[in-house]
């Protein structure tokens, strides 16, 4: 549902980028022609999201020349990014449905997605995990995440 949603949610104008990773695409994917810019991340071996989404997503998206990067990673299913680490009885839920952490993958997914928005959602400084600290070194409040889908 998180990458469906939040591709749905890129239309309309509320948010300056949007993240996307695997899932199942919106039915109306010529509404994406009016969305803020993509980054997506695919597994080829993905049991949930059909074969071919990234392919298609990137085709929706140039129909509107949105700024995009669609990626599909060969050798990973669905839930590539996610190191959640369940339990014997989950793993094997995990392995029915094709899903598993993939070290490689989810590092350039991140990347990706870092850069992407460091493009996209111009900030003072670059994007970066945690709250930033002032000069006095307290924790400052971080950036507002406004745009952030």
Not at 34 to 52: E, H, N, Q, T, W
Not at 57 to 67: I, N, R, S
Not at 73 to 80: K, R, S
Not at 100 to 129: H, I, Q, V
Request: glycine share 10%; net charge negative; charged share 20%.
């Amino acid at each position: 549902m998180g990458g469906q949603l939040a591709l749905q949610l890129s239309v309309g104008g509320l948010f300056d980028a949007c993240a996307a990773n695997y899932g199942v695409l919106p039915k109306d994917l010529h509404a994406l022609r009016d969305a803020c810019p993509v980054v997506a991340s695919y597994g080829a071996k993905d049991l949930i999201a059909r074969r071919g989404s990234a392919a298609r997503l990137d085709a929706a998206l140039a129909k509107g020349d949105v700024p995009r990067d669609i990626r599909e990673y060969p050798d990973v299913g669905h839930g590539f990014i996610n190191d959640w680490r369940f339990p014997g009885p989950v793993r094997f839920i995990e392995r029915a449905v094709g899903a598993s952490y993939s070290a490689a993958e989810a590092e350039d997914a991140w990347r990706r997605m870092l850069e992407f928005f460091n493009c996209y959602l111009p900030l003072d400084g670059p994007l970066a995990p945690g709250p930033a600290a002032d000069a006095a070194g307290k924790t400052a409040t971080p950036p507002d995440p406004v745009g952030l889908v």
